[in-house]
C-alpha cells in the first residue's frame, strides 16, 4: 500500500475549491501516514481572472495550524508546485526563501509561455512538432533553474495534444527524454509518477512506464507519488496500481520528503 500522496491542491491553488481540512480528511479516511500539500504557485501565468499564487505567510500559519490539530492522526507537510519558466528564476529563489518548505515540485504548465491545456499552443505545428518543443522547453528551463527535489508530470503536454497518448511513447521521443532524464540525475532531482495520467485516461500515470524504467536504468533513485488531486474524492487515485507499476520499472521503493531531504519507503 502507497501511504502517501505527494501531489494535491487545496484551495490554496486557483483551480481548487477544496478545503485543506477536506483534503487531510480524507488522506486520514484512505489510512495515509502522509499528506503533502503541494498548492499552485504560478508567476507570469496570465490566464485571465485565475490568479495561480497565494499568500505563503497565510499558508504557513494555516499549515501549522493543521499540523497541531491532526498531529495524532496523519503527518501533514507543507510542499509547493512551482510553475517553472526559465524568466522566473530570480523571483522563485526569493519565493522558497519565503518558508521552510518540506517539498517543491517543478513543473512546466506552460511552455513559452502558452499551456498546452489551450488549442492556440498546438496550433501551426505537427503534433510531434509541439510535444518535442515541451521537452526542449524542460531542458531550458532545469539550465535556468534547478532548487527543486522532483519534476513534476514531465509528459503533462500528452493530455492535451489532438490525439493525446495515442501518437505518443518514449521511443518516438527518446534522445530528448534521455536528455532530460541524465540532466535530472546529474542536478540530484527525482522524478514524480503521477497518477493524474491515469485519471485523464491516458492508460499510463506520468510519466509513462517505459520513461520510469529508463530513468531508473540511467540511475535515477528518487521517485514520489501523487495524485494530483484538486478535490478529496481524486486524492491517492489509483494508488492500488503504483506498486505494480513501480516494480515494472525496477523500482523497490518511493520516496517521500521532510525538510527537504528524501527518506525511502519500500513497497
Same mark, same amino acid.
Given at each position: !500500500?502507497i501511504?502517501?500522496d505527494?501531489?494535491?491542491?487545496?484551495?490554496f491553488?486557483a483551480?481548487?475549491?477544496?478545503?485543506?481540512?477536506s483534503?487531510?480528511e480524507?488522506a486520514? =479516511?484512505?489510512?495515509?501516514?502522509?499528506?503533502c500539500?503541494?498548492?499552485?504557485?504560478d508567476?507570469?501565468? =496570465?490566464i485571465?481572472? !485565475?490568479?495561480?499564487?497565494f499568500?505563503?505567510?497565510?499558508?504557513f500559519?494555516?499549515h501549522?495550524?493543521l $499540523?497541531?490539530?491532526?498531529?495524532?492522526?496523519?503527518?501533514?507537510?507543507? #510542499?509547493?508546485?512551482?510553475?517553472?519558466?526559465?524568466?522566473?528564476t530570480?523571483?522563485l529563489? *526569493?519565493?522558497?526563501?519565503? /518558508?521552510?518548505?518540506?517539498?517543491?515540485?517543478?513543473?512546466?504548465?506552460?511552455c513559452? $509561455?502558452?499551456?498546452?491545456?489551450?488549442?492556440?499552443?498546438?496550433? /501551426? $505545428?505537427?503534433?510531434y512538432?509541439? +510535444?518535442?518543443r515541451?521537452?526542449e522547453?524542460?531542458?531550458?528551463t532545469?539550465?535556468a533553474?534547478?532548487?527543486i527535489?522532483?519534476? /513534476?508530470?514531465i509528459?503533462?503536454?500528452?493530455?492535451y495534444?489532438?490525439?493525446q497518448? *495515442?501518437?505518443?511513447?518514449?521511443?518516438k521521443?527518446?534522445?530528448?527524454?534521455?536528455?532530460?532524464?541524465? +540532466?535530472l540525475?546529474?542536478? =540530484?532531482?527525482?522524478? *514524480?509518477?503521477?497518477?493524474g495520467?491515469l485519471?485523464?485516461?491516458? /492508460?499510463?500515470?506520468h510519466p509513462?512506464?517505459?520513461?520510469l524504467k529508463?530513468?531508473?536504468?540511467?540511475g #535515477? *533513485?528518487?521517485?514520489?507519488?501523487?495524485?494530483?488531486?484538486?478535490k478529496?474524492?481524486?486524492?491517492?487515485?489509483?494508488f492500488? $496500481?503504483v506498486p505494480?507499476?513501480?516494480?515494472?520499472?525496477?523500482?523497490?521503493?518511493y520516496?517521500?520528503?521532510?525538510?527537504?531531504?528524501?527518506?525511502f519507503?519500500r513497497?
Amino acid at each position: !500500500m502507497i501511504i502517501s500522496d505527494f501531489h494535491n491542491h487545496t484551495s490554496f491553488s486557483a483551480d481548487s475549491n477544496a478545503s485543506p481540512e477536506s483534503m487531510i480528511e480524507k488522506a486520514i =479516511n484512505l489510512g495515509l501516514s502522509y499528506l503533502c500539500i503541494t498548492d499552485h504557485m504560478d508567476l507570469d501565468m =496570465n490566464i485571465p481572472d !485565475m490568479d495561480f499564487t497565494f499568500d505563503t505567510a497565510e499558508y504557513f500559519l494555516k499549515h501549522q495550524q493543521l $499540523k497541531e490539530q491532526y498531529k495524532d492522526r496523519i503527518t501533514l507537510l507543507t #510542499g509547493i508546485e512551482l510553475g517553472l519558466q526559465p524568466h522566473l528564476t530570480a523571483e522563485l529563489h *526569493e519565493l522558497l526563501r519565503s /518558508g521552510d518548505f518540506d517539498f517543491v515540485i517543478g513543473s512546466s504548465h506552460l511552455c513559452d $509561455k502558452i499551456d498546452p491545456y489551450y488549442p492556440e499552443y498546438w496550433q /501551426g $505545428k505537427t503534433e510531434y512538432q509541439a +510535444t518535442y518543443r515541451y521537452f526542449e522547453y524542460i531542458l531550458e528551463t532545469l539550465e535556468a533553474f534547478e532548487d527543486i527535489d522532483v519534476y /513534476g508530470h514531465i509528459d503533462y503536454v500528452v493530455r492535451y495534444g489532438p490525439t493525446q497518448a *495515442e501518437n505518443y511513447s518514449y521511443a518516438k521521443y527518446k534522445e530528448i527524454l534521455d536528455e532530460i532524464l541524465k +540532466t535530472l540525475i546529474a542536478k =540530484n532531482i527525482g522524478l *514524480e509518477l503521477n497518477t493524474g495520467g491515469l485519471k485523464y485516461g491516458l /492508460g499510463f500515470a506520468h510519466p509513462h512506464t517505459d520513461v520510469l524504467k529508463r530513468y531508473k536504468e540511467l540511475g #535515477g *533513485e528518487i521517485i514520489t507519488i501523487g495524485s494530483d488531486a484538486h478535490k478529496p474524492e481524486h486524492l491517492a487515485y489509483d494508488f492500488p $496500481k503504483v506498486p505494480a507499476i513501480l516494480r515494472e520499472a525496477g523500482f523497490e521503493y518511493y520516496t517521500i520528503f521532510k525538510n527537504r531531504t528524501p527518506e525511502f519507503i519500500r513497497l
